[in-house]
């Protein structure tokens, strides 16, 4: 098992090591699931570090990179479902938050789940979301936001819905690491989850609950 060498990898930010060591996981049918929260593990040290001014930028964007090496392997094994997309989301991270892993992750979760997912990016703005769930006939709007700065951002986006009369029209699932489920009540969100694989569980269940 290579587990905690992929975990300490993605920490070191050897990103060819951690592709090498996801490619074996892979190869000997480790659950990708397993493969997935080891990556995770490593960015959660990382991410202790960097609170504790142990490290800074750069490191944390090398490690980034070895996570997204490893990602990039294991993501056509959690989006093949090789099925017609059962629900359509608008998927960002809000303005002024340039976060972008678990976004990456809570798409992915989306698309495994056999959702058809329209990545805005990063920084978008309320215009954004709301523009391209209309254009798209989206069912949900999904947002994310890893900064307490950037979170308020997420009402500008239910607020600009409100505004053009089209709130009802779609299902606003937030997250990220500082958003909570009082916060997405006080914003008047429809859901709130604290990981990629349940956002796309309860996106799954909303849906088949609204049909
Ligand atoms: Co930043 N950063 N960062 N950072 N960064 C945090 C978020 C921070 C908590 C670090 C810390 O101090 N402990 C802190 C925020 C403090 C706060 O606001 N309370 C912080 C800061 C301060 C900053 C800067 C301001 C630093 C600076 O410049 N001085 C700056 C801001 C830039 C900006 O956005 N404008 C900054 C920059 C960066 C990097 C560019 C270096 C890099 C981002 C690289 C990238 O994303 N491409 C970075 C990183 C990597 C982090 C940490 C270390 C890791 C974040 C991450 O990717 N985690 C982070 C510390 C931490 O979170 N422990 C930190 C892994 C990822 C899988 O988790 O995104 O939480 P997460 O997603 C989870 C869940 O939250 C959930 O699913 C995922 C798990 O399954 N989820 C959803 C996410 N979105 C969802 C949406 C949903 C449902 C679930 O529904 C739609």
Do not use: W
């Not at 975990?7 to 592709?19: H, N, P």
């Not at 049918?29 to 001014?53: A, E, Q």
């Not at 999904?142 to 607020?159: F, N, P, Q």
């Not at 990629?196 to 909303?206: G, N």
């Amino acid at each position: 098992m290579y587990l905690n060498e992929i975990a300490q990898g993605v920490e070191e930010g050897q990103a060819k090591r951690v592709a090498s060591l996801v490619s074996q996981a892979v190869e000997e049918k480790t659950d990708v699931k397993v493969i997935l929260d080891s990556l995770l593990d490593g960015m959660s040290k990382v991410g202790k570090k960097f609170k504790n001014n142990e490290i800074f930028v750069p490191e944390v964007l090398i490690s980034a990179r070895a996570l997204n090496y490893g990602l990039d392997i294991i993501r056509p094994i959690l989006t093949d479902t090789g099925v017609k997309p059962i629900g359509k989301a608008v998927i960002g991270t809000v303005q002024g938050d340039l976060h972008d892993i678990g976004k990456n992750l809570v798409k992915m979760m989306l698309v495994g789940a056999g959702f058809e997912v329209i990545d805005i990016g990063v920084d978008a703005e309320a215009g954004a979301f709301v523009d391209k769930a209309c254009e798209a006939d989206a069912d949900f709007i999904c947002m994310s936001a890893l900064l307490t700065s950037t979170m308020a951002h997420m009402k500008s986006v239910i607020d600009l819905l409100c505004e053009r009369g089209l709130r009802d029209r779609f299902i606003v699932m937030i997250g990220g690491a500082p958003v909570t489920a009082r916060y997405a009540e006080e914003i008047g969100a429809d859901h709130y989850t604290a990981d990629a694989a349940t956002a796309a569980e309860l996106a799954r269940e909303v849906l088949g609950k609204k049909s």
